[in-house]
Every structure is written in C-alpha cells, then in structure tokens.
C-alpha cells in the first residue's frame, strides 16, 4: 500500500519561500498524479496543483503565480515551492495521489502545518 | 471555478440515527460522453488527514462500512449514514474532480446528540 510523507520546515518567514517535499513508499511514483492540497487552520481545503511523472503540472490560478511543483522519480519524491508567503499561507500542507487524469484523490500523506511568522 | 456547497455546516444525531449530508455544485459533475460523474466524499477526523469514502458518487471505498451512502447525480448529492456510530464523528466534505481547479465544500462537522 503506497505511504505519503510531507518533510519541511514548519516556520517559514514573509515574503521567503515555502519548501515542501513528499516522499512516496510503498509504490512507484510512476504513472499517477501527484497533488498537494492545504488546510488553514480550522479551515476547508484548498488544492495547489499537481504534477505527472512526465512533469507536466496544473496548477490552481489563485496560487499559480507563486507556485512550482516538481518531480525525482530517481528519489520517488515530488516537491512543492511557495514564494512570496505571508500569514494566509499558514496551513496544514497535505501530498496526495491520484491515480488518473480524472479521479478522486485516494491516498494522502498525515500533513505537515507550516507556520508563516517572523 | 467549480462552487461546491453543502448543508448543513454542522449536524448534531443520535447514535443509531440517520445522518444526511447534502452536496450542491455550481454545475453539473456529468460527463455524457463517458456516462460518469466526477464527485466524492471524504472524511476527515480531528489530526487526520482527508479519507475518501464515496468516489463517482455512489461507490465506496474498500474497507468503508456500508452504512455510508452516496447518491446524486448532476448537481445535487447526498450523503447518508444510515446508523450513526460514535467512530463516525468528523468533518466530511464533497468534491468534484470534474475539472481544475478541483474545489471541496466547505465541510459538514458531525456530532452526536
């Protein structure tokens, strides 16, 4: 059964960058698609975008400006980058699969809360 | 953007009682071509991630107690739990991966009365 573990620093500054990377075990990271979706604090849910193993990304146009996701298939990791954060990107950053263009999303990594704060 | 809706935002039931949950998106979820609607149900408990329970909309995930129930088509859909049990206590929001940006409702929170 695939596992998704977010890894990052849970304080990042205004106007810095927001690094997140998601690890994938228990499966390749081969032929699925792979999201990151986030959670303010006692919030809804916001998806950001995702990325194919071909590295073609979609991103959501609210955050597509500051937003970069990539993908190590030699690592089985795929990454996130958030620029220019302020205290509105505080949230509970979450990695998920989905595993066609058009499904539901079936499997996410605990979460990892980053904090936006001097 | 696709707006998904629900109602109500909380909803407090008794053990053993039926919960209903509704879901309205802003448009229809149905793909004629492919006869498939693009809509599911996740549970989140409190420090938990998202679970998808109900994708497509009436089909369950493995493992998911049958006494969860999606139905709807189109626009409007529903979720029911036809005997609250007290493991079942969380946020629950729909979704529709019909097209980008994928968007949620803004979440139902599930109590017991």
């Known amino acids: 059964q695939v596992q998704l573990q977010e890894s990052g620093p849970g304080l990042v500054k205004p106007s810095e960058t927001l690094s997140l990377t998601c690890t994938v075990s228990?499966?390749?990271?081969?032929?699925?698609?792979w999201n990151w979706i986030r959670q303010p604090p006692g919030k809804g849910l916001e998806w950001i975008g995702y990325?194919?193993?071909?590295?073609?990304?979609n991103y959501n146009p609210s955050l597509k400006s500051r937003v970069t996701i990539s993908v190590d298939t030699s690592k089985n990791q795929f990454s996130l980058k958030l620029i220019s954060v302020t205290a509105a990107d505080t949230a509970v950053y979450y990695c998920?699969?989905?595993?066609?263009?058009?499904?539901?999303?079936?499997?996410w990594g605990q979460g990892t809360l980053v904090t936006v704060s001097s | 953007d696709i707006v998904m809706t629900q109602s109500p935002d909380s909803l407090a039931v008794s053990l053993g009682e039926r919960a209903t949950i509704n879901c309205k998106s802003s448009?229809?979820?149905?793909?004629?071509?492919?006869?498939?609607?693009?809509f599911a149900w996740y549970q989140q408990k409190p420090g938990q991630p998202p679970k998808l329970l109900i994708s497509?909309?009436?089909t369950r995930e493995p493992g998911v107690p049958d006494r969860f129930i999606g139905s709807g088509s189109g626009t409007d859909f529903t979720l029911t739990i036809s005997s609250l049990q007290a493991e079942d206590v969380a946020v629950y929001y729909c979704?529709?991966?019909?097209?980008?940006?994928?968007?949620f409702g803004q979440g139902t929170k599930l109590e017991i009365k």
């Open positions: 979704q529709q991966y019909y097209s980008t940006p994928y968007t």
């Open positions: 228990g499966g390749s990271i081969s032929t699925y698609y």
């Open positions: 990325i194919y193993d071909n590295g073609n990304t």
């Open positions: 998920a699969r989905r595993v066609g263009v058009m499904t539901p999303f079936d499997s």
């Open positions: 497509w909309p009436s």
């Open positions: 448009q229809s979820l149905l793909v004629i071509s492919s006869n498939k609607t693009y």
